[in-house]
């Protein structure tokens, strides 16, 4: 794809008739270098586990099913880029631009935020955010034969008139396919019975652990865990107990089970009926 240099245009006349013509390309190609990294970049918090990892697979193959993900790794890019990028490669220049990127970060506060439900920001690795550094260059006009002279004016614009260029800067503006999914929440998708089932005994050991009692031994060697099947009543109620795989530590078995008699009535899951039986393993140390 051809690229272009961004030229940031002298002051205008009117202040409301700026003209920033914005270096789309070298952004999109940025996507490309974030989104082959999609896979390793963690979840933002614990809830986000599975829209994390939905949308990884999602970026592997840009499918269709998910566009707001793949609108989340455009705006990652377009977001570090305007920040990170243009300070560093300025900085290295002896010019500041805290008042673009000052008013550049407020004016995407809440698309971070959202796609931030996405991947964290934050453990992006250096190797990807150095190619969004080298594309911040290219929007300041640079090259790899360029010269400083035009990368420290383009700087002292953005310096001198940061708040305005970023008020016409804006992901909105330049990239409107990319915001409009990236704010337009997905209809949600059906789940599998696979899903369901395992979505509800999650949520039922993080109950057992309110109830658990058993008190750790010390120095005790890697993780051990057992494996258990609860056949339950339609309200709830459990009807047996089965340890399918037991636990190394003696005494933990029956701590489970005492665990699982006092948090019945078990609730009913998010979707659908209590199942007739629900199985799990029960790491000590997770």
Not at 122 to 139: D, G, N
Not at 193 to 218: D, G
């Amino acid at each position: 794809m051809p690229t272009q240099a961004l030229h940031i245009a002298p002051p205008p006349a009117q202040p409301h008739a700026i003209v920033l013509g914005p270096l789309l390309s070298a952004l999109l190609a940025c996507v490309v270098c974030l989104s082959v990294q999609a896979q390793t970049l963690p979840a933002a918090t614990e809830q986000q586990a599975e829209r994390n990892a939905e949308a990884s697979q999602t970026v592997a193959t840009p499918a269709k099913s998910n566009p707001q993900a793949n609108a989340a790794l455009n705006f990652l890019a377009f977001y570090i880029t305007n920040t990170d990028g243009l300070s560093e490669n300025c900085a290295q220049l002896g010019v500041s631009i805290s008042p673009y990127t000052r008013r550049f970060t407020e004016l995407h506060a809440s698309l971070l935020h959202t796609a931030s439900a996405f991947f964290d920001v934050r453990q992006i690795p250096a190797h990807v955010r150095a190619k969004l550094y080298e594309s911040a260059r290219v929007l300041l006009g640079g090259s790899a034969q360029d010269d400083h002279r035009d990368l420290t004016d383009a700087c002292r614009q953005l310096q001198a008139r940061g708040s305005e260029i970023a008020e016409v800067n804006t992901f909105a503006r330049l990239l409107p396919d990319a915001y409009r999914d990236l704010t337009t929440v997905p209809a949600p998708q059906p789940k599998s019975p696979q899903q369901l089932q395992q979505a509800y005994a999650r949520r039922i050991v993080r109950l057992l652990r309110t109830n658990m009692r058993f008190e750790v031994p010390e120095h005790v060697e890697g993780n051990p865990s057992g494996t258990y099947r609860v056949e339950l009543a339609p309200v709830g109620l459990v009807r047996n107990i089965q340890v399918v795989t037991g636990s190394p530590l003696p005494g933990f078995d029956d701590a489970v089970i005492r665990a699982i008699r006092a948090a019945e009535p078990f609730p009913k899951p998010e979707e659908g009926a209590i199942p007739p039986a629900v199985v799990f393993t029960w790491y000590l140390k997770d």
